[in-house]
């Protein structure tokens, strides 16, 4: 029954052009896992950075969502508060999108399927990537989190003492699938035995 439940939950995902298509290609892969129906959205920059930073094809990410969309395709399912998406992850979100959303300025399909989360009150998990920050960068996170995003920069726990890169991955994957709503059966929290 549980898990006939967790397989109605659809989550958009998008993936941005920031550093680390790895970590929304790894969160495809295990809402996969975990039943969830996925909404993939990947912008241009999205598409250059898992050809230049994994072995993963385009065409292989895009099968592993349920459904994807073009991000120039503002008539999509996702563009509409009326489709009941019950939250979003931008995994990596770039500073460009972080500031389309925090200024309301929905240019694209995965800034207007972000947009639509803040304003029907969705979770909407931002993982933002740079480094350094500028001061607009923090600013655009501040204006976000005040109109109800979750920032959640992939930051590694190191007290978790992980061995691989794999594992520092997944780790901050599973943390995001927490605040999804749909936590992963393998996931290890600090204080709890399994
Ligand atoms: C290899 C590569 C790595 C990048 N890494 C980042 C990053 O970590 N953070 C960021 O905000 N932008 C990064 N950028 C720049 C963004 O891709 C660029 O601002 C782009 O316009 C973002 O558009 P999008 O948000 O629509 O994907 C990177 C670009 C390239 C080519």
Redesign the pocket.
Same mark, same amino acid.
Request: positive net charge; proline residues 9%.
């Given at each position: 029954m549980a898990a006939e439940l967790l397989k109605k939950k659809k989550i958009a995902i998008g993936i +941005? *052009?920031? +550093? *680390?298509a790895v970590y929304g290609i790894r969160l495809l892969e295990e809402l996969a896992r975990e039943g969830a129906e996925t909404h993939l959205i990947i912008? $241009?920059? *999205?598409e250059?950075?898992i050809e $230049? @930073?994994t072995s993963h094809r385009l065409e292989t990410v895009k099968a592993l969502a349920s459904y994807c969309y073009e /991000?120039d395709d503002m008539a999509a399912a996702l563009s509409s508060g009326s489709f009941p998406v019950d939250a979003m992850a931008i995994c /990596?979100c770039?500073?460009?999108?972080l500031a389309g959303i925090a200024g309301g300025f929905s240019e694209?399909l995965?800034m207007r399927a972000a947009d639509v989360c803040l304003k029907e009150r969705r979770p909407l998990i931002l993982a933002v $990537? @740079?480094t350094p920050l500028s001061r607009i960068h923090i600013e655009n996170m501040l204006k976000a989190t005040d109109a109800g995003a979750i920032i959640m920069p992939p930051i590694p726990a190191f007290y978790m003492n992980p061995n691989t890169l794999d594992e520092v991955v997944t780790q901050s994957v599973y943390r995001i699938m927490d605040k999804l709503g749909i936590p992963a059966a393998g996931a290890k929290h600090w204080g709890s035995s399994d």
């Open positions: +941005s *052009g920031a +550093s *680390g912008s $241009r920059w *999205g250059y950075t $230049r @930073e /991000p /990596p770039s500073m460009k999108t694209d995965l $990537r @740079e």
